[in-house]
Nanobody
Framework: VQLQASGGGLVQTGGSLRLSCATS????????MGWYRQAPGKQREFVAQ???????NYADAVKGRFTISRGDAENTVFLQMNSLKPEDTAIYYC?????????WGQGTQVTVSS
């Protein structure tokens, strides 16, 4: 299983980015999919998660600004990020969860300038 994250970049405060995560298998093969991020000098932290049959789940820091969704294709998950802040600067990792195993993508850098 491979996860390919893309869409990161440099954006000014208040701007938007849309991250994409393409998987090598149908996303419904997984229990859930999500996004985590890791800022320099900090631990990796939860951002958002989407699970079939449940409403999306978000970290408090991104609620109301970020939206996780599935694409029309059955192998893509998106993270729409609006009203970006400098503290959102991090490497964003796509992840997929299946019983007994987790899969991680390689990460995409998001930098928000003040």
């Amino acid at each position: 299983v491979q996860l390919q994250a893309s869409g990161g970049g440099l954006v000014q405060t208040g701007g938007s980015l849309r991250l994409s995560c393409a998987t090598s298998v149908r996303i419904f093969s997984f229990t859930s999919m999500g996004w985590y991020r890791q800022a320099p000098g900090k631990q990796r932290e939860f951002v958002a998660q989407i699970t079939t049959g449940y409403p999306p789940n978000y970290a408090d820091a991104v609620k109301g600004r970020f939206t996780i969704s599935r694409g029309d294709a059955e192998n893509t998950v998106f993270l729409q990020m609006n009203s970006l802040k400098p503290e959102d600067t991090a490497i964003y990792y796509c992840c997929a969860f299946a019983p007994g195993i987790n899969y991680w993508g390689q990460g995409t850098q998001v930098t928000v300038s003040s």
